[in-house]
């Protein structure tokens, strides 16, 4: 589990729908820029610099 989903407690309005769509999008992201692993692309990318940087934008 790389985004910690069973110790989340989120669970409001569309909320709970919505996480698993939003990881998706992450994990998806991840293998279009080449990263074998989601774990170490998730530390890789922990500033918002670097995330924006990763999908192009800066």
Known sequence: MTFGEDAS??????TPAAWPSSA???CGTF?????????SARRAHTTPAAAL????IL
């Open 9 to 14: 407690q989120i669970c409001t309005h569309h």
């Open 24 to 26: 998706n999008i992450i």
């Open 31 to 39: 293998r279009l820029t080449r990263w074998a692993n989601t774990a």
């Open 53 to 56: 940087t990763l999908h192009r």
